[in-house]
């Protein structure tokens, strides 16, 4: 599904998901296969991508149950109609790929945690030797450990990419004792995730979490948590520093698109390339595959965490 068409009042449209009000304080986050890449949505979907998104999410809100509360009421397409009739006849809509949530008042931040040295995060310290400005000690290599991890903040663009920036400029965003408070609940989740993803022989590289304040004042862990689109997974049994390393996510797409902007047959801007069918293939298993080596099952439409 590349776009969803509920009876509600859809009030956003992302690269991926489609949110709709759901009255009563709540949001349906539906997520699609829509995938984009270099900040272009592609026009070929990727099969079962939002289902492996929206599932991998809800799978670890329980998993991180006991570190705090999560804006997941329900992923369970019964209990959403339940909760809103109207949605009956959308069943094969919203099935393993819609969550009813909580509403909050989204923090304009991105939570970066990084574990080891890779993405942006490296291609700052090889041309600076910093991270957001902040100077990180020498002699580091590409995918290298980092012990503490590193918190990394930065601010969520609406179009383009986000902006890494300081701790300090984050308290001066929303203030001393939520930027405490955002920098521990990451850590938390974090170490939780680092340590359940080793014992299934995945490094959780970096990720970045989103967090809102509900109504009464709680906050929340909102949006994606742990998925292929928003952490950098890496098989733990071929991991050596020096160099990058395969991701579990849309890699086959990227190699792809890199290979025809280096061939001169696309310029980096929309509309992209179409996407040969190995291609979708390929990206699809992938997704797949981290799903299936995370939670231990393979990717059903029923699925229920």
């Not at 009563?24 to 990727?46: G, H, K, N, Y």
């Not at 929206?54 to 909760?83: K, Y």
């Not at 997974?233 to 991701?247: E, I």
């Amino acid at each position: 599904m590349a776009v969803s068409d509920l009876p509600l009042r859809r009030t956003g449209r992302g690269k991926v998901r489609d949110i709709y009000d759901a009255g009563l304080d709540r949001l349906l986050l539906v997520t699609t296969d829509r995938v984009s890449a270099f900040d272009i949505v592609m026009a070929e979907p990727i099969p079962h991508k939002g289902a492996v998104l929206t599932q991998l999410s809800a799978w670890w809100c329980a998993q991180l149950a006991e570190l705090g509360p999560t804006h997941l009421i329900s992923s369970d397409a019964d209990s959403i109609i339940q909760a809103i009739p109207e949605l009956a006849a959308h069943r094969d809509s919203i099935a393993g790929r819609a969550m009813l949530c909580r509403r909050t008042a989204v923090f304009p931040i991105e939570c970066v945690i990084r574990g080891y040295l890779a993405g942006s995060a490296w291609k700052e310290y090889r041309r600076a030797g910093t991270l957001a400005g902040e100077p990180l000690s020498t002699n580091l290599e590409e995918s290298m450990r980092l012990e503490p991890p590193i918190f990394s903040p930065a601010t969520k663009a609406v179009s383009g990419h986000d902006e890494n920036i300081t701790i300090s400029q984050m308290r001066g965003l929303i203030g001393a004792e939520t930027t405490s408070q955002l920098e521990q609940r990451t850590r938390a989740v974090y170490a939780k995730a680092r340590s359940v993803a080793e014992s299934r022989g995945i490094i959780v590289a970096d990720t970045k979490l989103e967090f809102g304040r509900a109504s009464n004042g709680e906050i929340l862990l909102i949006d994606e948590v742990l998925t292929p689109d928003s952490s950098r997974f890496w098989p733990a049994d071929s991991y050596q520093s020096g160099g990058p390393q395969p991701s579990f996510d849309k890699q086959p797409l990227r190699d792809y698109l890199d290979h025809e902007r280096a061939a001169g047959r696309w310029n980096g801007e929309a509309p992209p390339p179409a996407l040969p069918a190995e291609i979708v293939t390929a990206t699809s298993e992938r997704y797949r595959l981290a799903y299936r080596l995370l939670t231990g099952t393979d990717l059903t439409l029923s699925e229920t965490w």
